[in-house]
């Protein structure tokens, strides 16, 4: 019987065709789907931390209200995924739910520590960087929701990306201090920010269901190689150091050459044992237990004008 | 302009700018420990305005001073003993309750304080004003709704409202304070005449905090100094921690 649903839900994949909330979908492709919209709207959430950390040390009343807009926007993004997640059938608080228990996951850039301002500016250059790259390519994501919420984040996140790397160049440009701490968060993130694409496509254990859906439209590493290549020219612009000593040009691929990934750091880390995975889980948690009563406080307010409203109608 | 005047004004507009910027951090604090995503965008928006709002009336401080300083000489570089800011607003985040009573308490402040100011001969400060007041009107929609979900809420929800308005109540009287440097701002048609504004505020706070089940204090306490830099232990440590990565690299900028 689903053999006919399953040839139609195909054909539109690949027409290009968006599947909508209420199209017949496999089971699957919804699973898949749930795993990577809440994965991506946690990152958001959890996201808000480490930059919220500097919010109220930021050194100018300018970067200030930079780094509040912008950790605010995070928030927004979170809310727009959430929501999307939530038209396949699964509710915010289940989501929550799987963040607090270690079910889901978050991007695991979020758990490294944010140490010096200098971190703000170089998670929105390098981070929001390549979330832009990942991001673009998910605004042709075959699922209507999620690539249409991709959209609107994108005009977002590259404005975040321009005000973090502005913020970085004024730092290189500064004083030898300033400059120090600027290469130092470079250090420090430009490794983890290649690390957000993920593994190699071949240890890659959802890549190829999800190319094949169209819900992933270019593989981990064809868009990390995408964000090595653009990231040589803009250090250079800074006059930092690159942090990989083996970058070079290769003229006959046409793109650069760089070193391998510490994939037992990055397995580590997405298996819970990176610097900060305990704190950013435990805050996220410490803060919602420690917002319950003021949830209940609604439901009973509620309550009680809803009883009074009935009361006065009988 | 007298230079009297003249310093008149850059004081006052200091003044408010302290206001601004020492609200606006304490509600930045929020960010990522709501009780809910909403709230922490909504926190975000508050703290924005008021950051904002801080920028604004440092930078007419500034450029009165005209001794080239900027408005982040003027929230940076200032010990706590300089700054004029209200106590109330100094007063740490406390809980969410704490919080909301802080906010609603500001909120009618502003939505009284500000209409006057509009009617300002400085027009520097009638501008400001008039921005402010459509943020405000916003805060006070936000924060009165959220002390009448809160007071009359749960038994929990209510017990913490009290007690943030027991807590807060005494803080509110220096808002209605003058002193010469305002009274002569006032007979010049510039400054705000806060002195007439008390009666006004608590028919409004009474009303709000009555709807909500709350108690309203009697006048049995006052704690005052935040205009003359007399501030409470809290503001020093806001401030270190505001302060320290600017005051780390003299002279740079951001």
């Not at chain 1, 502005?166 to 440009?173: F, Q, R, S, T, V």
């Not at chain 1, 169209?214 to 290549?229: A, C, M, P, S």
């Not at chain 1, 580590?268 to 610097?275: D, E, F, L, Q, Y």
């Not at chain 2, 705000?192 to 089940?213: C, E, G, H, N, Y």
Request: aromatic share 10%; net charge negative; glycine share 6%.
């Amino acid at each position: 019987m689903t053999a006919p649903q399953e040839e139609n839900f195909m054909r539109k994949i690949q027409a290009e065709e968006k599947i909508e909330p209420k199209d017949w979908m496999p089971e699957a492709y919804r699973k898949n789907l749930i795993r990577q919209i809440s994965q991506h709207a946690h990152s958001e959430v959890i996201g808000m931390q480490p930059e919220g950390n500097w919010i109220t040390r930021a050194p100018s009343l300018r970067r200030k209200v930079v780094l509040l807009s912008k950790v605010q926007d995070e928030a927004g993004h979170g809310l727009y995924l959430y929501s999307a997640c939530e038209t396949l059938g699964i509710s915010r608080s289940e989501m929550i739910e799987q963040l607090q228990s270690g079910v889901a996951k978050y991007s695991s850039i979020f758990n490294y520590p944010t140490l010096t301002w200098a971190d703000v500016g170089a998670i929105g250059w390098l981070v929001d960087g390549a979330a832009i790259v990942n991001q673009v390519s998910l605004q042709r994501t075959s699922y209507g929701p999620y690539s249409r919420g991709m959209i609107r984040i994108c005009k977002e996140e590259s404005f975040h990306q321009r005000q973090g790397y502005e913020a970085i160049l004024e730092l290189a440009k500064g004083s030898p201090g300033q400059k120090e701490m600027a290469q130092d968060a470079l250090n420090r993130f430009y490794w983890p920010a290649l690390m957000m694409f993920g593994p190699h496509d071949s240890e890659s254990a959802h890549s190829q269901k999800s190319m094949e859906w169209k819900i992933k439209r270019e593989t981990n590493d064809d868009l990390r190689q995408k964000f090595v290549d653009q990231t040589v020219k803009q250090i250079e612009v800074l006059g930092l150091e690159h942090p990989d000593k083996a970058i070079k040009w290769n003229e006959e691929r046409g793109h650069y050459d760089s070193s391998d990934l510490n994939w037992d750091e990055f397995w580590s880390v997405i298996n819970g044992n990176g610097h900060c995975n305990r704190q950013r889980i435990e805050h996220h948690v410490a803060a919602h237990e420690e917002g319950e009563w003021v949830r209940d406080a609604i439901t009973a307010y509620n309550d009680k004008k809803r009883a009074k409203k009935a009361q006065n109608a009988a | 302009m007298s230079d009297q005047i003249k310093n008149a004004i850059q004081e006052y507009a200091t003044r408010l700018g302290d206001d601004s910027v020492v609200l606006g951090h304490r509600i930045s604090e929020w960010v990522s420990y709501g009780p809910f995503l909403e709230e922490d965008i909504a926190y975000g928006n508050v703290s924005l305005d008021y950051v904002g709002r801080a920028r604004l009336f440092y930078s007419y401080a500034a450029e009165l001073a005209d001794d080239g300083r900027d408005e982040d000489d003027f929230a940076y570089m200032r010990n706590d003993r300089e700054y004029r800011n209200l106590l109330l607003l100094e007063m740490p985040k406390g809980d969410f309750a704490y919080s909301q009573v802080r906010q609603l308490f500001a909120d009618v402040y502003y939505t009284l304080v500000l209409p006057e100011l509009l009617q300002s001969k400085d027009e520097t400060l009638a501008g400001v004003a008039a921005k402010a007041i459509k943020e405000t009107k916003y805060h006070l929609r936000r924060s009165r709704d959220w002390v009448l979900r809160l007071g009359d809420g749960t038994e929990e929800s209510h017990k913490r409202t009290q007690k943030a308005v027991d807590q807060l109540w005494g803080y509110t009287h220096e808002l209605f304070d003058m002193d010469e440097t305002e009274q002569l701002l006032v007979n010049e048609g510039i400054a705000v005449d806060v002195s007439k504004l008390r009666d006004a505020w608590l028919k409004m706070v009474s009303d709000i905090l009555t709807q909500a089940t709350i108690t309203v204090p009697e006048d049995s306490w006052a704690v005052r100094g935040g205009r003359t830099g007399y501030h409470t232990e809290h503001l020093g440590h806001m401030l270190t921690e505001m302060q320290i990565v600017h005051r780390s690299h003299p002279g740079c900028k951001w």
